[in-house]
């Protein structure tokens, strides 16, 4: 390779932060790339000094505050100027690296994202898409970001964006974009809906129509569009379900003795049933539509899922996704 | 008791008609209710004659036609006059009935409950309020109906209702209320929670407040107020996720010896949890908010359900919740 793709990485994001950052930073750290570190000097250092690590490879850049789960996603932006997020935020808006991934506020990144980075040429709204664990595999759904209220344009273009980023990145071929609603049929659903129909119809993407809740974990679609209220309840519904779910089933396997024995025999059965629901797999959830990318990992990610980031970032990086978009957009 | 409460019963409707809703109707008969069930007579006669009954308790009332799924909800209602649910909605209309229930379609009941049957005084739209499976027990869902582009005001009269029902009909002192939302902060979500959660803070109802989807399965709220498409969303996906997850398991449990056995051994643990997601247990979903009780049976309801839809219907009545919401929304 002619030239290293440049990773920003936020050391004090996340639960974990810095430690599990920084652990996930060295196992992905190869010749190929060049991570810089951004935040507290002397704690990411400390953290380092546990690992042997080639220099040329991973870096510190200083940032003297950090944005917390309980600032106020906006205020915090304009206010901790030298915060690891903005610092990073800006090298990024400043082409010094390709990527910035985060694992610290969602609210916070995705306002940075925008006012700091800025859109994509021709795109209306950025839009944060994680991928969400289905019946066979996953599904991109986008979006989960801050476009409480959106508008039919904008849902056309989250499927825009989300064909090219599952076809480019994760290498499905024509993926199926579905769109989120109450029935099967065009007229089904509320205003945003209806319209968005009509639009995606004349896209130059695999649209195979409406998918209903019922759907979603089936696995039936590769791109699953909506709205970011429907997306974030749709999302945090999946996690708490599967949640709820694996503590019913604990709790009733606890009750006699018979059900106890069955379940130490099926435990490899279940550690990969988790395994199928383990967000650390998939990387994190690419903030789609800006100049650069942008990474939000899990905020509760280990070295694991920081790892599965970066390399997802390379990917996205390689793949040209922001010109891909800015083209298919524009067309 | 002075009176005896009578129960229409769309003998037509759902999956297994009309054999399963005669026998669901034969075993919830006593000398306190009279059940008549709506359908072709000769159909129903022969269901009938397979059974012990007191025909004080049971009569038929013939209509010639159904309204099937595939019949356009709003032109069934208009055109197929002399269907099971058009009949029995008549019924209730003309109070020669207290309830109607129906396992028929949703769509044509929800349309037919509006036309035929008309809304509570004060009241802006009827709902329809299914019961949700959570960690704990259940909560009611309120909107899973027809209003796709809701306003303010009508989430604050789905919160009374919701109240109201829970309160009397399933015996939940002061029900905890609380908004469907993307965060905890009363100025998060869309420009419709946004609005509806200062509506939620002035009522008499207990608010707690909003609910993101990661909590719903946690049974922190006994009534979730959202519009129809996102409960519609909801609603499905619960019953998606866990349909998917319950094959996961499956699928997995089956790929080695150990966990198989460890299957077999747990076989009734696993039983107690598909009891736990079982809406047989919980009845239908309540339409409220209109003249009279509309309830909408699940379409797969066998005669379990449909017997548990009856028992709530004849406590619906008891506890005069037509006349509680009157009261509550004329204030």
Do not use: W
Not at 101 to 130: D, H, Y
Not at 287 to 312: D, F, P, T
């Amino acid at each position: 390779m002619a030239e290293k793709i440049i990773i920003a990485l936020d050391a004090m994001g996340g639960d974990n932060a810095p430690s599990e950052i920084v652990k996930g930073a060295v196992a992905a750290a190869n010749e190929d790339i060049k991570i810089i570190l951004v935040g507290d000097e002397n704690q990411i250092k400390n953290e380092l000094s546990k690992y042997d690590y080639d220099p040329s490879q991973i870096s510190i850049h200083h940032a003297s505050e950090v944005i917390s789960m309980e600032d106020s996603p906006v205020a915090a932006i304009r206010k901790k100027k030298d915060s690891s997020m903005v610092v990073g935020l800006k090298l990024l808006k400043e082409k010094e690296v390709d990527t910035f991934i985060s694992a610290g506020s969602t609210g916070a990144l995705l306002a940075g994202g925008t006012f700091l980075v800025g859109r994509a040429k021709g795109i209306e709204r950025p839009a944060l898409a994680p991928l969400i664990p289905n019946n066979k595999g996953f599904s991109l759904l986008i979006d989960c970001g801050a476009n409480m209220d959106a508008k039919p344009a904008y849902l056309a273009q989250f499927a825009q964006m989300g064909s090219i980023y599952m076809e480019s990145v994760m290498g499905i071929k024509s993926p199926k974009v579905a769109l989120v609603n109450v029935g099967a049929e065009a007229e089904k659903g509320n205003q945003l809906t209806k319209e968005a129909f009509s639009l995606l119809e004349e896209l130059d993407i695999n649209f195979i129509g409406n998918i209903e809740g019922r759907d979603i974990p089936m696995g039936l679609a590769d791109v699953i569009v909506c709205d970011a209220f429907t997306g974030n309840v749709i999302l945090k519904h999946t996690e708490g379900l599967g949640l709820a779910l694996f503590n019913i089933i604990k709790e009733e396997l606890m009750k006699d003795t018979l059900s106890k024995i069955g379940a130490l025999l099926s435990k490899s059965a279940y550690k990969r049933v988790k395994r199928r629901f383990d967000y650390t797999e998939y990387g994190g959830a690419p903030m789609l539509g800006l100049q650069g990318l942008v990474v939000k990992a899990h905020g509760s990610s280990n070295a694991k899922a920081i790892k599965s980031a970066i390399e997802q970032a390379v990917k996205f990086k390689k793949e040209k996704i922001v010109e891909k978009i800015e083209e298919k957009i524009n067309q």
